[in-house]
Structure formats: C-alpha cells, structure tokens
C-alpha cells in the first residue's frame, strides 16, 4: 500500500510559476504527475521512474520539471511559463513495481496509486 499526499496547487496567472509536491509513503518507486482538464480525458504530464530516469510530456518540454529528494519519497514538479491551457487537476500517481518500462511510464494503466488531486489555475 502506497499513500500520496499532494500539496502546492493554486491560482497563476500566465507566465507564472508553481511548484507541485507528492510525498509517497514508500521510497524509490516510479512517481508521476498527470492531469485532467474538464470535459477532457486525463493526460501524462511527467515521471520520475525508480531507475532515476525522467519523462515529459511533449506540451511541457522545457517548461515543467520533475525531480526527487534526496530520500526519494518526494517527487516535485516544478511549472514555469504557464498557459491557460495548463489549467487542470492535477494528480500524482505511484507505481511500486520497479518494473522496466518500454516506452516509459506513460500510461496511467502503469499506476495503482493515486493522490486526491490539486487544482492548478492559470488566468490571463
């Protein structure tokens, strides 16, 4: 059992920045972020996989970055430059496995673990 709790979400305006924080209650497992817009399906943002990779979603490259504490229970998204189109739910998702992922760990099938999620506002 992993328990996920999100904090740092809140209101922005374009251009801004703010930093998401998912602590995980076990260390060195693959962490995630993923968001859902209304009336839209939820969509990859970025991971951390247990290995020490990371992976980002085409729409926040070299905008958005993830990384790990030192104890690697903590995985931080940090958001810079934000659009409208950012605004979204966003959720943290955890995959203990350590499973070798083909691809990367993309799919929110790869994820039994999901934080309650923080709303992220951006207005112009």
């Known amino acids: 059992q992993v328990q996920l709790v999100e904090s740092g979400g809140g209101s922005v305006q374009v251009g801004g920045s703010l930093t998401l924080s998912c602590a995980a209650s076990v260390s060195s497992i693959t962490l995630a972020w993923f968001r859902q817009a209304p009336g839209k399906e939820r969509e990859f943002v970025a991971a951390a996989s247990w290995t020490g990779a990371t992976y980002y979603s085409d729409f926040v490259k070299g905008r958005f970055t993830i990384s790990k504490d030192a104890a690697k229970t903590t995985a931080s998204l940090r958001m810079n430059s934000l659009k409208p189109e950012d605004t979204a739910v966003y959720y943290c998702?955890?995959?203990?496995?350590?499973?070798?992922?083909?691809?990367?760990?993309?799919?929110?099938?790869?994820?039994?673990?999901w934080g309650q999620g923080t709303q992220v506002t951006v207005s112009s």
């Open positions: 998702a955890a995959d203990p496995s350590r499973q070798l992922y083909s691809g990367g760990p993309l799919l929110s099938s790869f994820y039994n673990y």
